[in-house]
């Protein structure tokens, strides 16, 4: 396990703002030489940067004993997949934020941010000495940008915190508290009943169950939680998107076809399971494939359906990389032409990352996604 961090699992499809459609993309890595070095290389490099870390900072090794060396390399190696991922895209705010993410982790665990500086430090000193020099120096400045932000004084963290003087949310907090106390048939009756009493879809799924989603992601990231009530919630929440998605009243098919998958090694996939169900709502034939799923899987499936539409969904920046590969199969090799959309936490901080992996257009919101399917469709 990395030091002061564990992987948050299934915390669902995360508010970002805006709908864009394509314009100009870039196909190929700005720095393809570098990404290449830092893949082959990470845990090597991080190898490196973990024993200097350790050696010159004694008392790091003293607070993490024996296991000390493993975990900083596993933490470190994850670090050079992330930078290796922001310089494919040419977008070093990918990175930025990732680290400033792994800063409040540490923060929330009560662990020393000034950890994560430290750490940086010593990975920034071994890329310096081994890179070899035409191809360091956008890996040196993307972590440069990074302990720069470090640096400044901490903004005000945005807390995800349901409200409960609002419906919709004073909802999705009884149904938390009614899952984690163990009553799950309780909780599925309570968002199934408010849908019977009036409660649009759409809302259910975006305002209550996603919004539930985000906030135990939230209390996990804060230890508030464990892994095992988190997986309690998502899968009651998977429960109850079945039994609505068969209940709600479809709007007349529109003779379009929607793919969706989360790109391979993605196995975050609820958000996308919603808009899934949403697209079949709208009247569209949704063919939700799910986690990971193989990028040479997608062209066959494309032409198979006779697809309108693919949607991808990515979680993490280190995804990136495969959202672009698997736009290149698809346009490449479909007998089709598809429009792709894209969306997903690993978009947050660039919004605009959308252009650079070839898409032609990306969604913040489950009920954006459909929207901006039918206008690139033309529906």
């Known amino acids: 396990m990395q030091p002061g961090t564990r992987r948050l699992r299934r915390t669902g499809y995360r508010r970002m703002p805006g ?4 314009s100009n993309m870039s196909a190929q890595p700005a720095f393809g030489f570098s990404v290449q070095l830092l893949e082959r290389g990470a ?4 190898g490196y940067a973990a024993a200097a870390l350790l050696e010159q900072h004694p008392e790091v090794r003293q607070q993490f004993g024996a296991d000390a060396l493993a975990g900083w390399k596993a933490h470190l190696t994850q670090r050079l997949l992330e930078l290796a991922a922001a310089l494919t895209t ?7 934020a990732r680290v400033l993410w792994t800063a409040k982790a540490f923060r929330a665990r009560e662990q020393h941010d000034a950890l994560v500086r430290l750490s940086l430090e010593s990975l920034r000193q071994v890329l310096a000495e081994h890179m070899p020099e035409p191809a360091r120096t956008a890996p040196l400045d993307y972590l440069d940008q990074a302990l720069k932000a470090l640096a400044s004084p901490p ?4 807390v995800l915190a349901l409200n409960p003087e609002k419906p919709a949310d004073r909802l999705a907090l009884r149904y938390l508290q009614t899952i984690l106390e163990g009553n799950i048939s309780e909780a599925v009756a309570e968002v199934v009943n408010a849908v019977r ?10 305002d209550v169950l996603l919004a539930a989603q985000r906030e135990i992601g939230r209390l996990w990231h804060l230890s508030e939680v464990t892994v095992a009530e988190e997986h309690m919630v998502t899968f009651t929440t998977q429960r109850i998107m079945n039994i609505l998605v068969h209940a709600a009243e479809p709007a007349p098919s529109n003779g379009k076809t929607a793919i969706l998958a989360a790109v391979a090694t993605n196995t975050h996939d609820i958000g996308l399971r919603a808009v899934a169900d949403l697209y079949q709502i709208a009247g569209w034939r949704s063919i939700f494939l799910g986690a990971d799923v193989p990028m040479e899987d997608l062209p066959g499936m494309i032409s198979y359906f006779q697809a309108d539409l693919l949607l991808l969904g990515a979680t993490l ?8 590969q698997t736009i290149a199969a698809a346009r490449a090799s479909s007998e089709r032409t598809v429009k792709i959309i894209v969306g997903g936490a690993a978009f947050d901080e660039a919004t605009d990352v959308w252009k650079k992996v070839g898409a032609d257009g990306y969604a913040a919101r489950p009920d954006e996604a459909v929207s901006l399917g039918t206008r690139l469709t033309g529906n």
């Open 90 to 96: 040419d977008e070093p705010r990918l990175f930025v």
């Open 317 to 324: 920046s280190t995804h990136l990389p495969r959202v672009q």
């Open 19 to 22: 709908v864009n459609s394509r």
């Open 197 to 206: 009493d009036g409660l649009d879809v759409r809302s259910a799924y975006i």
């Open 155 to 158: 903004a005000v963290e945005d």
């Open 43 to 46: 845990a090597g490099y991080a």
